[in-house]
T-cell receptor
Framework: DTGVSQDPRHKITKRGQNVTFRCDPISEHNRLYWYRQTLGQGPEFLTYFQNEAQLEKSRLLSDRFSAERPKGSFSTLEIQRTEQGDSAMYLC?????????????FGPGTRLTVL | GENVEQHPSTLSVQEGDSAVIKCTYSDSASNYFPWYKQELGKGPQLIID?????GEKKDQRIAVTLNKTAKHFSLHITETQPEDSAVYFCAASPGGGADGLTFGKGTHLIIQP
């Protein structure tokens, strides 16, 4: 059973460019979450999906951020017009089950550096 | 919204001794409290969790206690080993873990040989 995978693992971009990250959850996990982690801090929740429906978005998710999960499997997170403050580790997690008592399992993250 | 405070930020213990990390939360509706271990360059790994209907849970050398009245929970690691060195995060959620987790700022645990 493979875990959550994320691609790319590292991304360096120039300010103002758009970037897109991909997350593949654990097979048959119906919930998928995105978090952002800056150096020396805990992960901060951004958004989550149940199947293809985006159920919650944090205030941290500005208009430049958009996430999709079109077929209820993998998800993409796009950041438009990147800023230096977007530099962080972007983590994806997934969980299974129809109930509310679930556990979230994290991927290795994508480290974004905006120059 | 929920706010989670975690202490200490750094903890150094001798190999074989016990380590205790403490967290407090603000939202009395929170009912799920996981602990994650993060090693350098890796994503957080779930090591133990507790739900609000129990006060203590143990898994080998790791235990977690929950005091709902005081709104605090703690991670206890006994017989520490070098491989326990990592950053540990506590988190809280009012949705049983199904919605977004609110994390503490982390504790860097250093095991001295």
């Amino acid at each position: 059973d493979t875990g959550v995978s994320q691609d790319p693992r590292h991304k360096i971009t120039k300010r103002g460019q758009n970037v897109t990250f991909r997350c593949d959850p654990i097979s048959e996990h119906n919930r998928l979450y995105w978090y952002r982690q800056t150096l020396g801090q805990g992960p901060e929740f951004l958004t989550y999906f149940q199947n293809e429906a985006q159920l919650e978005k944090s205030r941290l998710l500005s208009d430049r951020f958009s996430a999709e999960r079109p077929k209820g499997s993998f998800s993409t997170l796009e950041i438009q017009r990147t800023e230096q403050g977007d530099s962080a580790m972007y983590l994806c997690a997934s969980s299974s089950g129809q109930g509310l008592e679930v556990e979230q399992f994290f991927g290795p993250g994508t480290r974004l550096t905006v120059l | 919204g929920e706010n989670v405070e975690q202490h200490p930020s750094t903890l150094s213990v001798q190999e074989g001794d016990s380590a205790v990390i403490k967290c407090t939360y603000s939202d009395s509706a929170s009912n799920y409290f996981p602990w994650y271990k993060q090693e350098l360059g890796k994503g957080p790994q779930l090591i133990i969790d507790i739900r609000s209907n129990v006060g203590e849970k143990k898994d080998q050398r790791i235990a977690v206690t929950l005091n709902k009245t005081a709104k605090h929970f703690s991670l206890h690691i006994t017989e520490t080993q070098p491989e326990d060195s990592a950053v540990y995060f506590c988190a809280a959620s009012p949705g049983g873990g199904a919605d977004g987790l609110t994390f503490g700022k982390g504790t860097h645990l250093i095991i001295q040989p």
